[in-house]
């Protein structure tokens, strides 16, 4: 897949951050370059911990050289008593694809569920199962944290749209419509 | 102030980020040593505007050597939209602190009004000139992120306690009561 589009998707988090890196094709067509998850003791202090986090994406960031990173989105109204834990390893996140001169976006969940499944409102287990036969997985990715961020990263990767060489004058390409009919095969 | 601890306090925020350094000697007396502002471009991507924050950040760890580095806590309940970006921020600097090996903390609005002031609901003008009376500065830090900062390093300095070596059996040590007298005196 030479030219193909290489995503980290990072779903982040203190106590679990799921990273996912996948290949998308011109076609959206998209295959698993790796998942997995970093995790942080509880029990260590706050600084230890993020740098814990850091650690683990700046591995994947050298391993896997992804072209793009895109994070979920992180809202104050969600009213965990973890979410500034989750804005915290949010914000390292960005800094590190910035400081790896890599372009950065955020996906809210509604983003994302829709479009890996068509439909924003989707529940965990639709989103699991559609990434797992786009990826042609043999199994659930495991945990919900790393199969939210392989989610994250086919969002992105589908929904920045035709390439600068293909976008025209508003009507669609050959290869746009190759990409449209691939994607709607895929979401099948 | 060979001996006098270094307290770097960050008061979080990607749009302007304060940075207050100041050396607290035994004695608690205090005096600055750096202040000033880290500001972002609204306009930049999130990810250039926390690159720009951590720059900021490392070029005073790396200029003014703190011993600590304090943070203020950011709670989700402040139902502003900055809040996010100021968590975000809040990450940066605990984790840059991870990596230049220092310790963190971090304190509340109200814990950081009431050890420089007595007063945890204090307002921002009582605490700006508490600041400037400690450290014997001619004028009121500006802006105010920037008082802020001083006044969370001068928090951490103060409620601390006292070193190990002068830690016994629960009663104040002579040093102890110095400290103590030390502070009575700085907050009058």
């Given at each position: ?11 982040p988090g203190l ?9 998308v094709?011109r ?10 998850v970093v ?5 260590s ?26 994070v979920e989105?992180?809202?104050a109204?969600h009213?965990?008593?973890s979410?500034?834990?989750?804005a ?5 996140a ?9 372009p950065?976006a955020t996906h809210t969940?509604?983003e994302i ?8 409102a989707?529940d965990?287990?639709?989103v699991?199962t559609?990434v ?13 944290d ?16 035709p ?14 419509r ?5 994607e709607?095969?895929?979401r099948?």
């Amino acid at each position: 897949m030479a030219s193909a589009l290489r995503v980290l998707g990072i779903d982040p988090g203190l106590t679990r951050c799921g990273l996912g890196v996948i290949d998308v094709a011109r076609d959206r067509s998209a295959s698993l370059v790796h998942v997995g998850v970093v995790r942080s003791d509880p029990e260590s202090p706050i600084e230890q911990r993020l740098a814990t986090i850091a650690a683990g994406i700046r591995a994947v960031l050298v391993q896997h050289q992804p072209h793009v990173v895109a994070v979920e989105r992180v809202f104050a109204q969600h009213n965990r008593s973890s979410v500034m834990g989750t804005a915290q390893a949010s914000g390292i996140a960005l800094l590190l694809a910035a400081e790896h001169g890599l372009p950065a976006a955020t996906h809210t969940p509604s983003e994302i569920k829709a479009a890996v499944t068509g439909y924003g409102a989707a529940d965990k287990l639709q989103v699991q199962t559609m990434v797992a036969r786009v990826l042609r997985l043999d199994a659930l990715p495991q945990p919900a944290d790393a199969a939210d961020a392989l989610a994250l990263a086919l969002c992105h990767a589908w929904r920045r749209g035709p390439s600068p060489a293909v976008t025209g004058n508003g009507a669609l390409t050959p290869a746009q419509r190759a990409w449209t009919d691939a994607e709607r095969r895929a979401r099948r």
